[in-house]
Protein backbone atom coordinates (compact mmCIF):
# COMPACT_ATOMS: atom_id res chain seq x y z
CA UNK A 1 0.00 0.00 0.00
CA UNK A 2 1.54 3.48 -1.02
CA UNK A 3 -0.56 5.74 0.99
CA UNK A 4 -1.80 8.57 -0.06
CA UNK A 5 0.55 10.42 -2.65
CA UNK A 6 0.63 14.20 -2.95
CA UNK A 7 2.32 16.47 -5.36
CA UNK A 8 4.57 18.26 -5.52
CA UNK A 9 5.69 18.26 -2.13
CA UNK A 10 6.79 21.98 -2.13
CA UNK A 11 6.09 25.02 -4.31
CA UNK A 12 7.18 28.16 -4.39
CA UNK A 13 5.08 30.75 -6.45
CA UNK A 14 4.42 34.63 -6.52
CA UNK A 15 1.75 36.21 -5.60
CA UNK A 16 -1.32 36.19 -8.30
CA UNK A 17 0.10 32.61 -9.78
CA UNK A 18 -2.29 29.59 -10.32
CA UNK A 19 -1.10 27.01 -8.06
CA UNK A 20 -2.75 23.56 -8.30
CA UNK A 21 -2.07 20.98 -5.53
CA UNK A 22 -2.81 16.87 -6.49
CA UNK A 23 -3.62 14.48 -4.63
CA UNK A 24 -3.87 10.07 -4.62
CA UNK A 25 -6.16 8.84 -2.11
CA UNK A 26 -5.48 5.10 -0.90
CA UNK A 27 -7.18 2.55 -3.43
CA UNK A 28 -10.70 1.90 -2.35
CA UNK A 29 -10.94 4.72 0.45
CA UNK A 30 -14.32 6.48 -0.45
CA UNK A 31 -13.46 9.68 1.19
CA UNK A 32 -11.29 12.05 0.47
CA UNK A 33 -10.41 15.35 2.58
CA UNK A 34 -8.21 18.09 2.02
CA UNK A 35 -6.74 20.17 5.08
CA UNK A 36 -5.00 23.72 5.31
CA UNK A 37 -2.58 23.68 8.28
CA UNK A 38 -0.45 26.73 9.67
CA UNK A 39 0.32 27.74 13.01
CA UNK A 40 -1.86 30.41 13.79
CA UNK A 41 -5.03 28.34 12.89
CA UNK A 42 -4.20 24.77 13.02
CA UNK A 43 -5.58 21.53 10.84
CA UNK A 44 -8.66 23.09 8.81
CA UNK A 45 -10.90 20.93 7.09
CA UNK A 46 -11.51 22.66 4.00
CA UNK A 47 -13.32 20.34 1.71
CA UNK A 48 -14.71 16.42 1.51
CA UNK A 49 -15.73 14.08 -0.94
CA UNK A 50 -17.70 11.13 -1.00
CA UNK A 51 -17.54 9.23 -4.34
CA UNK A 52 -16.15 11.57 -6.02
CA UNK A 53 -18.93 14.01 -4.84
CA UNK A 54 -18.25 17.15 -2.92
CA UNK A 55 -20.11 16.71 0.20
CA UNK A 56 -19.28 19.66 2.39
CA UNK A 57 -16.88 22.49 1.38
CA UNK A 58 -17.71 25.11 3.76
CA UNK A 59 -13.94 25.28 4.85
CA UNK A 60 -12.91 26.62 1.45
CA UNK A 61 -11.55 30.39 2.29
CA UNK A 62 -13.08 32.01 -1.00
CA UNK A 63 -14.01 31.98 -4.15
CA UNK A 64 -10.47 31.74 -5.35
CA UNK A 65 -9.91 27.91 -3.92
CA UNK A 66 -11.93 25.34 -5.82
CA UNK A 67 -11.16 21.73 -5.72
CA UNK A 68 -12.31 18.96 -7.60
CA UNK A 69 -12.29 14.84 -8.17
CA UNK A 70 -12.98 13.46 -11.46
CA UNK A 71 -12.78 10.20 -10.09
CA UNK A 72 -11.69 7.90 -7.42
CA UNK A 73 -7.67 8.10 -7.95
CA UNK A 74 -7.41 11.66 -8.43
CA UNK A 75 -8.17 15.17 -6.53
CA UNK A 76 -6.58 18.46 -7.21
CA UNK A 77 -7.30 21.71 -4.77
CA UNK A 78 -6.61 24.93 -6.88
CA UNK A 79 -5.84 28.50 -6.12
CA UNK A 80 -6.37 31.08 -8.31
CA UNK A 81 -5.15 33.80 -7.89
CA UNK A 82 -2.99 33.18 -5.02
CA UNK A 83 -1.71 35.39 -2.23
CA UNK A 84 0.77 35.33 0.20
CA UNK A 85 -1.55 34.32 3.12
CA UNK A 86 -2.34 31.04 1.35
CA UNK A 87 0.95 30.47 2.25
CA UNK A 88 0.65 26.94 4.14
CA UNK A 89 0.68 22.84 4.23
CA UNK A 90 -1.99 21.75 2.38
CA UNK A 91 -2.44 17.57 3.46
CA UNK A 92 -4.69 15.49 1.90
CA UNK A 93 -6.41 12.38 3.56
CA UNK A 94 -8.49 9.73 2.48
CA UNK A 95 -11.00 7.36 4.71
CA UNK A 96 -12.34 3.90 3.79
CA UNK A 97 -16.07 5.05 5.57
CA UNK A 98 -17.73 6.40 8.05
CA UNK A 99 -15.88 6.70 12.01
CA UNK A 100 -12.80 5.30 9.99
CA UNK A 101 -9.43 6.62 10.24
CA UNK A 102 -8.24 9.09 8.20
CA UNK A 103 -4.68 8.69 6.33
CA UNK A 104 -2.69 11.65 5.35
CA UNK A 105 -0.75 12.60 2.76
CA UNK A 106 2.98 13.36 3.39
CA UNK A 107 1.58 17.17 2.46
CA UNK A 108 2.85 20.14 0.28
CA UNK A 109 4.54 23.23 1.55
CA UNK A 110 3.12 26.07 -0.31
CA UNK A 111 4.71 29.25 -0.10
CA UNK A 112 3.89 32.42 -1.81
CA UNK A 113 5.66 35.56 -2.41
CA UNK B 1 -21.08 22.39 14.60
CA UNK B 2 -18.97 20.64 16.82
CA UNK B 3 -16.25 22.37 18.85
CA UNK B 4 -12.98 20.25 19.96
CA UNK B 5 -10.86 22.34 22.54
CA UNK B 6 -7.33 20.40 23.60
CA UNK B 7 -5.10 21.06 26.53
CA UNK B 8 -2.77 21.64 27.40
CA UNK B 9 -1.34 23.93 24.52
CA UNK B 10 2.48 22.23 25.86
CA UNK B 11 3.44 20.14 28.03
CA UNK B 12 7.19 19.50 28.81
CA UNK B 13 7.98 15.73 30.90
CA UNK B 14 10.72 14.05 32.16
CA UNK B 15 12.18 11.03 30.33
CA UNK B 16 9.97 7.96 32.29
CA UNK B 17 7.10 10.11 33.59
CA UNK B 18 3.61 10.08 32.28
CA UNK B 19 1.67 12.85 29.90
CA UNK B 20 -1.78 13.47 29.87
CA UNK B 21 -3.77 15.12 27.41
CA UNK B 22 -7.23 16.01 27.37
CA UNK B 23 -9.94 17.45 25.03
CA UNK B 24 -13.45 18.20 25.41
CA UNK B 25 -15.95 18.28 22.43
CA UNK B 26 -19.53 19.67 21.77
CA UNK B 27 -21.82 17.67 19.50
CA UNK B 28 -23.38 14.76 21.85
CA UNK B 29 -23.61 12.99 18.24
CA UNK B 30 -20.04 12.04 18.21
CA UNK B 31 -18.79 8.64 18.50
CA UNK B 32 -15.41 8.58 16.90
CA UNK B 33 -12.53 9.54 18.72
CA UNK B 34 -9.02 9.35 16.97
CA UNK B 35 -5.33 10.51 18.58
CA UNK B 36 -2.81 11.63 16.14
CA UNK B 37 0.55 12.21 16.13
CA UNK B 38 2.80 14.64 13.95
CA UNK B 39 6.76 14.66 14.25
CA UNK B 40 8.27 17.91 12.45
CA UNK B 41 7.84 18.31 9.13
CA UNK B 42 5.92 14.94 8.85
CA UNK B 43 2.29 14.07 8.62
CA UNK B 44 0.05 13.50 11.18
CA UNK B 45 -0.24 9.57 11.58
CA UNK B 46 -2.84 8.22 13.71
CA UNK B 47 -1.46 6.39 17.03
CA UNK B 48 -5.11 5.03 18.45
CA UNK B 49 -8.54 5.88 18.03
CA UNK B 50 -12.01 5.13 20.34
CA UNK B 51 -15.65 4.41 19.39
CA UNK B 52 -18.61 5.66 21.55
CA UNK B 53 -19.50 1.91 23.05
CA UNK B 54 -15.74 2.15 24.64
CA UNK B 55 -14.76 3.51 27.43
CA UNK B 56 -11.18 2.79 27.45
CA UNK B 57 -8.55 1.14 25.02
CA UNK B 58 -4.79 0.88 25.73
CA UNK B 59 -1.81 -0.12 23.12
CA UNK B 60 1.29 -0.69 25.05
CA UNK B 61 2.32 2.54 26.47
CA UNK B 62 -0.65 4.25 25.27
CA UNK B 63 -4.22 4.84 26.74
CA UNK B 64 -7.24 6.66 26.06
CA UNK B 65 -10.43 7.16 28.48
CA UNK B 66 -13.94 8.26 26.95
CA UNK B 67 -16.61 10.30 29.37
CA UNK B 68 -19.55 10.48 26.85
CA UNK B 69 -21.49 12.05 29.79
CA UNK B 70 -19.04 14.64 30.74
CA UNK B 71 -18.15 14.54 27.19
CA UNK B 72 -14.25 14.48 26.77
CA UNK B 73 -11.81 12.14 26.16
CA UNK B 74 -7.76 12.10 26.93
CA UNK B 75 -4.44 10.40 25.85
CA UNK B 76 -2.27 8.88 28.81
CA UNK B 77 1.32 8.20 27.50
CA UNK B 78 3.52 5.87 30.11
CA UNK B 79 7.01 5.91 30.85
CA UNK B 80 7.58 8.56 28.01
CA UNK B 81 10.44 8.24 25.57
CA UNK B 82 12.63 11.35 23.52
CA UNK B 83 10.72 9.43 20.27
CA UNK B 84 7.76 10.73 21.74
CA UNK B 85 8.42 14.32 21.67
CA UNK B 86 5.66 15.77 18.77
CA UNK B 87 2.25 17.42 18.46
CA UNK B 88 -0.12 15.36 19.62
CA UNK B 89 -4.03 16.00 17.79
CA UNK B 90 -7.52 14.82 19.09
CA UNK B 91 -10.30 14.77 16.74
CA UNK B 92 -14.12 13.82 16.95
CA UNK B 93 -16.15 12.27 14.46
CA UNK B 94 -19.75 11.80 13.90
CA UNK B 95 -21.77 10.54 11.28
CA UNK B 96 -24.65 13.45 9.94
CA UNK B 97 -26.09 14.60 7.74
CA UNK B 98 -22.76 16.29 5.99
CA UNK B 99 -21.59 12.88 5.98
CA UNK B 100 -18.10 11.90 7.62
CA UNK B 101 -15.64 14.69 8.99
CA UNK B 102 -13.53 14.92 11.71
CA UNK B 103 -13.13 18.39 13.95
CA UNK B 104 -9.89 18.72 15.08
CA UNK B 105 -8.43 20.15 18.18
CA UNK B 106 -5.37 22.75 18.51
CA UNK B 107 -2.73 20.21 19.62
CA UNK B 108 -0.64 19.50 22.50
CA UNK B 109 3.30 20.20 21.79
CA UNK B 110 5.01 17.04 24.34
CA UNK B 111 8.29 17.59 25.07
CA UNK B 112 10.48 14.20 26.58
CA UNK B 113 13.60 15.60 28.00
CA UNK B 114 16.20 13.05 28.46
Known amino acids: DAGVIQSPRHEVTEMGQEVTLRCKPI?????LFWYRQTMMRGLELLIY????????DSGMPEDRFSAKMPNASFSTLKIQPSEPRDSAVYFC???????????FGDGTRLSIL | GENVEQHPSTLSVQEGDSAVIKCTYS??????FPWYKQELGKRPQLIID?????GEKKDQRIAVTLNKTAKHFSLHITETQPEDSAVYFC?????????????FGGGTRLMVKP
Open chain 1, 93 to 103: ASSPGFEQPQH
Open chain 1, 27 to 31: SGHDY
Open chain 1, 49 to 56: FNNNVPID
Open chain 2, 27 to 32: DSASNY
Open chain 2, 50 to 54: IRSNV
Open chain 2, 91 to 103: AAGARNNAGNMLT
